[in-house]
């Protein structure tokens, strides 16, 4: 698999370009306003201090997500991600593409190689993607369609694992109560087609197009230990602070 950030290298484009800046955050958090001396600070910060992981952010997907034990819980997810190495991906999540959004949480991506050597209880934890690239969920912004669809080529055939800490589509102000495990859906039907059509509408993208336009991508098997919930085997992390929406 290559590394996302050669893909993007090739095509010429950087992350700055990538269709960003249209969905803001789902909320406000409480707090004063950032002050002249923090605004200075931050400014000084940004011309002085270098910034090699953030810096190596280099390919921006969005997509969506739902809580394991939960579908009706579900959101749009805004990831931002670096290459690890040729068969590891690491993503920070947010619930927006503005400056103002919140991090959710974050999401390792591994290759079908990597993810076959796990133990079973370590599989549960772990989404397919197959669904979400072949249905055109998944996107990402900016880029070419030739390029997106060579990206998505690499991604069909990995596992994902999944955690948000600030629950914003709860309407969590604050990162309160626990991690959350996060799925990703398998199946038409699954996802709210409301959330998606507003996802396109914003970005000026069609799912259906793009599922089209990926016909030709081979679904690969998926390993039994993925997608745990299917199997009636819904893993979930109890949050005795009782904040989640059951």
Known sequence: MKPI??????????????GADNTPSNVSAPGAPASPKTQALEAGAALLQDKPPIAALNAYLDGFHFYS????GQMEAHHYCANVNEDVIQCVIYDGNVASAKLMGVEYIVTARLYQ???????????????EVK???LIAPGIPDVAENALMKKLVGTYGKTWHTWHTDQHAELPMGVPQLMMGFTADGQADAAMVAARDQRFKVDSMEKRRQRADIAAPAIDPGADAWQHGNAVQLDDLTNVHHK
């Open 117 to 131: 050597g796990l133990p079973a209880p370590e599989k549960a934890l772990w989404h397919s993607h197959v669904h």
């Open 135 to 137: 249905s055109g969920q």
């Open 5 to 18: 950030c050669l893909l993007l290298a090739i095509t010429g484009l950087l992350l700055a370009g990538c």
């Open 69 to 72: 034990g939960n579908m009706q």
